[in-house]
């Protein structure tokens, strides 16, 4: 039989209780949290102080304009109006326009004794009723802190036209700019062409009359 010796049995027991209780401790010891580092690159954003645009929420909207309508066959004289517009939504808008100019023959009087009109000079009026649809809306920059709303525009329609004792039935279409000043006033530039057939040279015919006008609306 082999023989145990005690001595040597104690000493290894106490080496294995002793390794034990390390393994044991490390165990139970709580993990250290992850230190946080600082960051490397800061971001440097120089913001501009820009002002916003403020849209007028208003539907309504009332104006004056004045320019130059171009009769066919008797050339170019100054026009004047009233304008008055609703906004069903940010696309769409109806505008109602009144405008009346003056028409010379002097032309046709150095040719013709007497001339056209009864007099040397006709009164032309027209009103209308058209749809228009803002293409373009956006905002122009007045500087470079200063916003302003703006809107490019096609718009046509249809209305009546009274010159020399006759009434016919117009069509109107062309394209306006519509600039916001303040947030009710507006300035407003339009070039329109109205179309009307009339008989004043011995011949009733289609004529086309374009319009240049610019004016100032404010909403409310």
Avoid at 183 to 200: N, P
Wanted: aromatic share 10%; charged share 15%.
């Amino acid at each position: 039989m082999n023989t145990i010796h005690l001595p040597r049995a104690i000493l290894l027991t106490a080496l294995f209780a002793s390794c034990f209780s390390a393994v044991a401790a490390d165990a139970s010891a709580p993990t250290s949290p992850p230190v946080a580092t600082d960051q490397v690159v800061l971001p440097q954003v120089d913001r501009r102080d820009v002002r916003a645009p403020r849209f007028p929420s208003n539907d309504f909207e009332i104006g004056v304009f004045g320019g130059s309508y171009s009769t066919q066959n008797f050339g170019s004289s100054a026009v004047g109006g009233l304008r008055f517009g609703y906004h069903l939504n940010e696309d769409f808008f109806v505008e109602a326009a009144l405008a009346q100019t003056k028409v010379s023959d002097a032309a046709f009087r150095q040719v013709l004794p007497g001339g056209v009109f009864p007099g040397a000079t006709e009164k032309l009026v027209y009103y209308n009723l058209s749809v228009g649809y803002n293409v373009l809306p956006g905002e122009v920059f007045v500087g470079s802190k200063n916003a302003k709303p703006m809107a490019f525009y096609l718009i046509g329609g249809v209305g009546s036209t009274s010159f020399n004792q006759q009434r016919r039935s117009t069509f109107n279409l062309g394209a306006g700019l519509r600039v916001y000043l303040t947030d009710h006033v507006a300035l407003q530039v339009d070039a329109r062409d109205h179309m009307f057939s009339l008989d004043l040279l011995g011949k009733r015919q289609s004529t086309q009359n374009p319009e240049l006008t610019a004016g100032i609306t404010t909403s409310f």
